[in-house]
T-cell receptor, first 114, second 115 residues
Framework: SAVISQKPSRDICQRGTSLTIQCQVD?????MFWYRQQPGQSLTLIAT?????????ESGFVIDKFPISRPNLTFSTLTVSNMSPEDSSIYLC???????????FGEGSWLTVV | AQSVSQHNHHVILSEAASLELGCNYS??????LFWYVQYPGQHLQLLLKYFSGDPLVKGIKGFEAEFIKSKFSFNLRKPSVQWSDTAEYFC?????????????FGTGTKLQVIP
């Protein structure tokens, strides 16, 4: 398994501000992802965090709104920029382990924008 | 692009009833398939997965799922549910495309088990 730590676990943010979420994994992983789970909905992939290069964003998500960093194989950050109430969601970091072919998830960061 | 359909959005069962949650995916190539569970207020946990071999896979807590390639299905089953199985269940498909892994989730099925 993989131990994934996300910070913050919860936050209440003011409209128009930005917040950076950190994801730390207990060992090196090839693939790291960021998902969003809006209230009552399923998980939507925001982007794949690539080590040493720009993240790969899914349709509907852009770098200006969700800049992502991945400086090494165990750490990534997701910033939610210029937040609006529609950004209120759980943001999840996940990693893919080649051994076991499994995706693991962090506990999520619950953001509320007021 | 792959997609995942979960047909049941909300299922209500009495304890000891049998459970089957449907999951169909669309993708023409090789896939890995997963079922995840999310208990109220908790994070996602892996129930079981399939990536090759025996199409009937057994997971934790008495759950199992059967991969039927011809039907593009990966239905989740449990012979006798318990109140503690009340949760949301997500089916997911992982595709390896050009060296990138991409996991797509279904919309989820909320299971409510009545004591």
């Amino acid at each position: 398994s993989a131990v994934i730590s996300q910070k913050p676990s919860r936050d209440i943010c003011q409209r128009g501000t930005s917040l950076t979420i950190q994801c730390q994994v207990d060992s090196q992983v090839t693939m790291m992802f960021w998902y969003r789970q809006q209230p009552g909905q399923s998980l939507t992939l925001i982007a794949t965090a690539n080590q040493g290069s720009e993240a790969t964003y899914e349709s509907g998500f852009v770098i200006d709104k969700f800049p992502i960093s991945r400086p090494n194989l165990t750490f990534s950050t997701l910033t939610v920029s210029n937040m609006s109430p529609e950004d209120s969601s759980i943001y999840l970091c996940s990693v893919y382990r080649d051994s076991g072919n499994t995706i693991y998830f962090g506990e999520g960061s619950w953001l509320t924008v007021v | 692009a792959q997609s995942v359909s979960q047909h049941n959005h909300h299922v209500i069962l009495s304890e000891a009833a049998s459970l089957e949650l449907g999951c169909n995916y669309s993708y023409g190539g090789t896939v890995n398939l997963f079922w995840y569970v999310q208990y109220p207020g908790q994070h996602l946990q892996l129930l079981l997965k399939y990536f090759s071999g025996d199409p009937l896979v057994k997971g934790i807590k008495g759950f199992e799922a059967e991969f039927i390639k011809s039907k593009f299905s990966f239905n989740l089953r449990k012979p006798s549910v318990q109140w503690s199985d009340t949760a949301e269940y997500f089916c997911a498909v992982n595709v390896n495309s050009g060296g990138y892994q991409k996991v797509t989730f279904g919309t989820g099925t909320k299971l409510q088990v009545i004591p």
